[in-house]
């Protein structure tokens, strides 16, 4: 963790210095140790276009996509855990479809309002995505098994491909509001702010809580239903808080940055490498190792790229290979 967590910062204070406008690192330290402190005796030499491109610019952004790399890492850790599918992702269950969904309602009717348009569509359209999908996965007639990984996948699939339909129409009849939309499905972290920053924050730490809380119980649910239940899990209702938690997580991750894929998917994958498959080591390093790696492919489209392309693209474009690379490793042992 210490070592992760070394990394991490490590990475945004190369970020907060490389850009169109290069930062020396004392000046970044001076401005972050006034804007933590308030001693203005460290930024008087500072140059204040510095401060601006710090404060303003640079740092929104860097910590919103810190902040949703955890959260879709931590995200792809639940889902793996509850569907006891090393191929689910937090998408799994339609929850991206449902966001973008609502998103391009937003953009149609070109509501103007910062965070309470788009953002707030989104993540009601991935929240009520979720309870549909809960709801058609659910079986009166036997509870326990209700809420069974087939019957969740299943169900998430039929939602999403209805919403992929239905994104494509609203595509159809955008006009001149098409590009929008369909800029905003690949996903970026272009003029994010402080609110953009803290919401996910929000949901992070609550969601952290709540999975370390429960990883022991997720520990026993990889044994089997019957197994876990034998030791103790109140499988239904451990199941139904998981499912919600990283469905959450993934939510306001999605109607922030746009659909990002393959983070949560790819991520747990190479923590196992080294902590194994106990959620209690696994869920805070993929944390950081996601927060580490959506940094690194940001800054690698925001400085070293000659011209920013969007990051769902990028991540799409490096982690398909890799994640082929470790199916295709698993398979042959």
Not at 19 to 30: A, V
Not at 157 to 162: E, R, T
Not at 172 to 190: H, K, P, T
Not at 203 to 210: D, P, S, W
Request: aromatic share 10%; glycine share 8%; with cysteine.
């Amino acid at each position: 963790m210490v070592l992760f967590s070394l990394i991490l910062v490590l990475m945004i204070f190369t970020s907060l210095s490389m850009g169109y406008i290069h930062i020396p690192l004392m000046d970044i330290i001076n401005i972050l140790i006034e804007k933590i402190f308030g001693n203005f005796h460290f930024i008087e030499n500072t140059n204040e276009i510095y401060l601006a491109v710090i404060l303003d610019v640079r740092l929104p952004r860097i910590l919103t996509c810190t902040a949703v790399g955890a959260a879709l890492a931590v995200s792809g850790g639940l889902f793996q855990g509850i569907l006891l599918n090393p191929l689910a992702d937090p998408y799994t269950l339609g929850v991206s479809a449902g966001a973008a969904f609502g998103a391009s309602i937003a953009i149609l009717l070109n509501l103007s309002a910062a965070f309470v348009s788009v953002p707030a569509f989104a993540f009601t359209g991935a929240c009520v995505t979720l309870f549909v999908v809960i709801f058609l996965s659910y079986s009166s007639k036997n509870p326990m098994s209700g809420l069974s990984s087939n019957n969740l996948i299943l169900s998430g699939i039929i939602i999403g491909a209805i919403l992929s339909a239905g994104i494509s129409f609203l595509k159809f009849i955008a006009n001149e509001q098409v590009s929008v939309i369909i800029f905003w499905l690949m996903g970026s972290f272009a003029s994010k702010t402080w609110p953009d920053f803290f919401a996910v924050m929000i949901f992070l730490v609550i969601g952290l809580f709540i999975s370390i809380f429960f990883a022991r119980d997720l520990n026993l649910i990889s044994l089997g239903a019957k197994s876990a239940t034998s030791l103790g899990v109140d499988l239904k209702k451990v199941t139904l808080i998981l499912l919600v938690t990283g469905s959450m997580l993934a939510a306001i991750s999605v109607s922030v940055s746009g659909i990002i894929g393959f983070v949560g998917l790819l991520i747990p994958h190479m923590v196992r490498f080294v902590t194994g498959p106990d959620n209690r080591k696994l869920i805070p390093l993929s944390m950081l190792a996601g927060a580490f790696l959506l940094l690194m492919a940001d800054t690698i489209t925001r400085a070293v790229l000659p011209h920013e392309i969007p990051i769902g693209v990028l991540t799409a474009l490096t982690g398909g290979p890799v994640f082929c690379w470790i199916f295709k490793k698993s398979r042959l042992k």
